[in-house]
């Protein structure tokens, strides 16, 4: 009757909001948790930003800061790697044998992981915020104004829940913490392989042709309307990107799915 009575009580959005307050626990419990996640895509678009700071000099480029370039590049890193982290937290909680203890519960499978990964975009906002506001220290402008900022919060936002469901789908494939390069190198590939460092019309190849079928060059668009003057906000630079975003939702979700539903054979 007890156990009645606490199934009934356990709506769906206490699930998650119990599952979502546990992931942030190691930024409460643990100093310096955030500062990996934060440091990272700062340290990094500094040293893009001095490394090839004259690519904008290239006919093409359509902006003459690459500091602006690179922030919402930045974000996006910042948020695939702590979506990636959502994976290898969980593939920790398989090794402990908590995972386990949690599949016995009343509750859809997909609830278990909805919290961990909203955990997951609470953590990401940081970075993205720290990014967004070095860059501005050092030269770049909001061109983009206040709807530009919104699409690139949205976008990091999104991104880091695909990545979360990558990595969950990793954790319930492999079951343990040594996949968690792979849930790392997923996020860095589909970054890299897109006009990450320069527009599609100055690639060449087979990388310009990879970067116009792969959805992440759709999402940078959106992103970049934040900061980047040649992209100032419009449908056609956010509806490309919203239906990127919406595509790889659905397929990682599915994934994550799929791999949820094996854990219970």
Not at 17 to 41: D, M, Y
Not at 98 to 116: C, I, Q, Y
Not at 250 to 257: E, I, N, R
């Amino acid at each position: 009757m007890n156990t009645q009575a606490a199934t009934h009580r356990a709506s769906p959005v206490h699930v998650a909001l119990a599952l979502w307050r546990r992931s942030l626990n190691e930024v409460t419990r643990v100093r310096g948790a955030l500062l990996p996640a934060t440091i990272a895509p700062v340290v990094f678009l500094l040293g893009m930003t001095g490394q090839f700071g004259r690519l904008t000099g290239l006919e093409g480029f359509p902006t003459d800061s690459y500091v602006s370039w690179i922030i919402p590049l930045s974000c996006l890193q910042g948020a695939g790697f702590a979506g990636a982290a959502t994976g290898a937290n969980l593939a920790r909680d398989i090794e402990q044998g908590l995972f386990d203890r949690l599949l016995t519960a009343p509750v859809p499978r997909w609830l278990l992981v909805v919290g961990p990964i909203l955990g997951g975009v609470t953590r990401s906002m940081v970075p993205a915020t720290v990014v967004l506001l070095v860059g501005v220290a050092i030269g770049a402008e909001i061109t983009g104004g206040v709807l530009g900022v919104l699409g690139l919060y949205l976008a990091s936002a999104t991104f880091c829940a695909i990545a979360g469901l990558w990595g969950v789908f990793m954790a319930v494939t492999f079951r343990t913490q040594q996949a968690g390069p792979l849930m790392q190198q997923g996020v860095f590939l589909a970054v890299f392989l897109s006009t990450a460092y320069t527009p599609e019309a100055l690639l060449r190849g087979w990388l310009a042709g990879t970067a116009d079928l792969n959805p992440v060059t759709y999402v940078l668009e959106m992103a970049r309307q934040a900061t980047v003057s040649g992209y100032a906000p419009s449908l056609a630079h956010t509806l490309p990107g919203l239906a990127a975003l919406a595509g790889m939702l659905v397929v990682f979700g599915l994934l994550a799915l799929f791999g949820l539903k094996r854990m219970d054979r």
